[in-house]
């Protein structure tokens, strides 16, 4: 059981997230500010201070708890009778996510934000979803394109481990259309080209699926 000094400071620092999520969503990672959310949640900037210490300390914050959040969908959605089906739904959970949180999404696939530079904290939970998937190609038995030594080798050594290192270009590339595809839709740049983007999603999630061995 946690004591009610840890229970008060738990509070706090959701109540200063969820003021930061605010901000983020009207003014853009890059212009957040700490002091305009100290103002926010009613608090000191010497009290604030003391839970993050700094605007990066709570861009940080943001970027795990985001990564995490898109994370437990794309575990979620891990569901189907075939790999291609739950590849296929990982890639709709991500994209439902992201239409539901579009200010959160930019924070973690859109442009870097100046002067910030992500510490290693981030990087467990920003591989979440490339952990599903990986996963899911890992199972595979379908048919793959050997792309040859040159392309295999322009994979930085001991990346995805898990998979065959002829499959390692089509899954990365796979994670690319992923994020590329949704980040497209959500900024508007299939406007006046893509009609039914229900349809095109499927679509794009379904060749890179195949080109994975699904």
């Known amino acids: 059981m946690p004591t009610r000094r840890e229970q008060a400071?738990?509070?706090?620092?959701?109540?200063?997230?969820?003021?930061?999520?605010?901000?983020?969503?009207?003014?853009?990672?890059?212009?957040?500010?700490?002091?305009?959310?100290?103002?926010?949640?009613?608090?000191?900037?010497?009290?604030?201070?003391?839970?993050?210490?700094s605007r990066d300390d709570l861009l940080t914050a943001l970027i795990i708890e985001a990564y995490d959040a898109v994370g437990e969908a794309a575990e979620g959605a891990d569901v189907g009778s075939t790999g291609l089906e739950r590849w296929v739904a990982v890639w709709r959970a991500v994209r439902r996510w992201a239409h539901a949180h579009p200010a959160q999404y930019a924070l973690i696939y859109g442009s870097p934000v100046p002067g910030y530079a992500a510490p290693a904290d981030t990087l467990p939970a920003a591989g979440r979803v490339a952990a599903v998937l990986v996963r899911i190609a890992a199972d595979g038995t379908g048919a793959r394109d050997d792309p040859g030594p040159a392309v295999r080798n322009a994979i930085a050594p001991d990346v995805l481990p898990e998979l065959d290192p002829a499959l390692a270009p089509a899954a990365i590339a796979a994670f690319t259309q992923l994020f590329g595809t949704v980040g497209f839709e959500l900024f508007g740049q299939y406007k006046n080209v893509v009609a039914d983007r229900d349809v095109f999603f499927d679509h794009v999630a379904r060749t890179a699926g195949r080109a994975c061995g699904l």
């Open 9 to 53: 400071r738990v509070e706090t620092t959701e109540r200063i997230l969820a003021a930061a999520r605010t901000q983020l969503a009207e003014v853009g990672a890059a212009a957040l500010s700490l002091r305009a959310v100290t103002r926010e949640v009613g608090m000191v900037s010497s009290a604030v201070y003391r839970y993050f210490p």
